[in-house]
């Protein structure tokens, strides 16, 4: 229910910008699968816009192990790769959030 509501107020708002803004109050909320990261994702209009999503939802899936999907959604290669760069930037982050508390 949530990300419905989530997916409704994006696709309801103005611009990118207001996406962004109420895309990233959701994130802050909630995390989601990689599949639901990606309808998200296919709101923006913008690729520098999908992009800036895309990293800023990385840590908040569930399942980052399937986020390589997501790439499907970029034309322009430095964007793929500046995605890449991110992800392996925040690798260590999801493995101790994790596993937090368990060792």
Do not use: C, W
């Not at 209009?45 to 840590?59: C, D, I, P, V």
């Not at 499907?72 to 995605?83: A, D, G, R, T």
Request: net charge negative; proline share 1%; charged share 30%.
């Amino acid at each position: 229910l949530e990300f419905q509501e989530l997916k409704t107020d994006m696709s309801q708002a103005m611009d990118d910008h207001q996406r962004q803004t109420i895309a990233i109050e959701g994130l802050n909320n909630h995390m989601f699968t990689t599949a639901y990261i990606v309808q998200l994702a296919k709101l923006f209009r913008n690729e520098t816009s999908r992009l800036e999503f895309a990293k800023s939802a990385y840590t908040r899936t569930i399942d980052p192990e399937n986020y390589f999907q997501i790439k499907m959604l970029f034309v322009k290669e430095e964007n793929i790769q500046s995605l890449d760069e991110y992800m392996a930037s925040k690798a260590d982050e999801i493995v101790k959030s994790e596993f937090k508390g368990l060792f």
